[in-house]
């Protein structure tokens, strides 16, 4: 695995350990230094969120420090250290609850909570989709290849970026505070997939590049975590497929009203949403709508469970210069 980690620019493992456990060496300043940047990487994240700032979104990613735990288990799963995965986890899990926390309490800062729900930092990441989990995965592995590289650590910054880590939890914590709790699961979802993804590139890479050789752990110890992990990226990537199908629903629904509707210029459809069994479908026309059984008829064609059609008709066209 030369072309993967080179020799001559292979971090070796006692480098790796120190670098991602941050019980080892000067624990005391690696910790401190590890809470101080989350927290403010939260508040910067919250902020950018509240305001809907992409800009001040990226800013939190880049000083989220929250990748280092989580490398951190895949290393110690590589190596067969359990108390490194212990470590690793509790540092992880607490920090979902302080990342978290700073989110809720944002958002009963805000006038009006409900109102953060419908900005972009919000809406693009409380519905993930399998593309989300395969670009978790490669991001993981650019991730854990520049960790243990020394020529390419200058891409831990667009990693950072990439795998989004931050904002996702802080998502969770403003859409609990204000009341959608629906959506600050699918929040947490988008978390946990970036998650198991890096721990599990992490893992791979750190296998096959010899790290476990090095460390002398045996196959039979890591059999145990191979499971955990494995059932754990099928458990996140179930509600990223039926995101994906559903998108994929919503877009035929669609080309199906536009039939429906006609070949009127001045018709359109604005919007549709797929939820549980009914699928509503928002149309703009000047005029009256043709019967809805058919359009009923060409949705369960198209959707395997015949979700029930609610057609929302707003009577008017498009005003053109």
Same mark, same amino acid.
């Given at each position: ?5 080179? +020799?001559? $620019? ?10 991602? +456990? ?6 005391? &300043? ?16 919250? &902020? ?10 990226? =800013? ?19 190596? =067969? ?5 212990? %470590? &690793? ?5 607490? =920090? ?28 693009? %990441? ?5 593309? +989300? ?44 505070? &204000? ?6 699961? =699918? ?34 110890? %890591? ?15 179930? *509600? ?11 877009? $035929? ?37 043709? *019967?809805? +059984? ?28």
């Amino acid at each position: 695995m030369d072309v993967l980690v080179p +020799d001559s $620019q292979r971090r070796t493992l006692d480098e790796l350990v120190d670098r991602l +456990d941050l019980s080892t060496g000067e624990s005391a &300043s690696k910790r401190s230094a590890f809470w101080i940047m989350l927290t403010l990487s939260a508040v910067i994240a919250a &902020s950018g969120v509240a305001g809907d700032s992409t800009a001040t979104v990226i =800013g939190a990613m880049i000083v989220a420090p929250l990748s280092v735990p989580i490398l951190g288990v895949g290393l110690g799963i590589a190596t =067969g250290r359990g108390k490194l995965i212990v %470590r &690793s986890l509790l540092l992880v899990l607490v =920090g979902i609850v302080l990342v978290v926390a700073i989110g809720f309490v944002v958002s009963q800062l805000l006038p009006n909570p409900t109102n953060v729900l419908t900005n972009s930092q919000v809406v693009g %990441r409380t519905s993930p989709k399998l593309m +989300d989990l395969t670009a978790a995965l490669a991001t993981g592995l650019v991730g854990v290849i520049a960790m243990t590289r020394r020529d390419v650590g200058d891409v831990l910054p667009g990693v950072a970026i990439a795998i989004s880590l931050v904002p996702p939890l802080v998502v969770v914590g403003v859409c609990f505070g &204000s009341g959608a709790p629906g959506l600050a699961l =699918g929040a947490f979802v988008l978390f946990a997939s970036n998650m198991v993804a890096m721990i599990v590139t992490a893992t791979v890479v750190l296998v096959v590049v010899g790290y476990a050789r090095e460390a002398g752990a045996g196959e039979a110890r %890591r059999g145990r975590a191979y499971a955990v992990l494995a059932t754990a990226l099928i458990i996140v990537a179930i *509600p990223m497929v039926v995101n994906s199908l559903s998108s994929l629903w919503a877009g $035929q629904i669609a080309d199906a009203t536009a039939i429906w509707l006609g070949d009127e210029s001045s018709s359109q459809v604005t919007d549709v949403s797929l939820q549980q069994n009914t699928a509503t479908i928002h149309v703009l026309t000047p005029d009256g709508l043709p *019967p809805v +059984d058919e359009l009923q008829k060409a949705v369960d064609d198209l959707v395997p469970w015949h979700p029930e059609v609610v057609v929302v008709h707003t009577v008017g066209g498009r005003v053109t210069e």
